[in-house]
Nanobody, 123 residues
Framework: QVQLVESGGGLVQPGGSLRLSCAGF??????RGWFRQAPGREREFLAA????????YYADSVKGRFTISKNIRNNTIYLQINNLQPQDTANYYC??????????????????WGQGTQVTVSS
């Protein structure tokens, strides 16, 4: 059974940091990455990483503050978020796609989604 399981969300003060994790189960994927969705807003692509290389992609809005990485041995990807701000408050989702089509991935055309982990930034 294929599963993506996120963890690492929580409540953090402005300026703080978090590292989100997404463990994969059931099969390998070519592209994995992160999206977020805040109440009343559309889902937003954040970052993606290729499983077979060091290639990464970021949304322009998060470059410099967000870093995606992977641990092949643990079949896990991570999203390091620094200098968190209230506008980063959202449910963060892990996603995976079987082929190396990053354009499709960024549009949310993925094979699997995780259940999401909530990030709340507030003082």
């Amino acid at each position: 059974q294929v599963q993506l399981v996120e963890s690492g969300g929580g409540l953090v003060q402005p300026g703080g940091s978090l590292r989100l994790s997404c463990a994969g189960f059931g099969r390998p994927f070519s592209v994995r990455g992160w999206f977020r969705q805040a109440p009343g807003r559309e889902r937003e692509f954040l970052a993606a990483i290729y499983w077979g290389s060091d290639t990464t992609y970021y949304a322009d809005s998060v470059k410099g503050r967000f870093t995606i990485s992977k641990n092949i041995r643990n079949n896990t990807i991570y999203l390091q978020i620094n200098n968190l701000q209230p506008q980063d408050t959202a449910n963060y989702y892990c996603a995976a796609r079987a082929d190396y089509n990053n354009d499709a991935f960024k549009k949310g055309r993925v094979a699997y989604w995780g259940q999401g982990t909530q990030v709340t930034v507030s003082s």
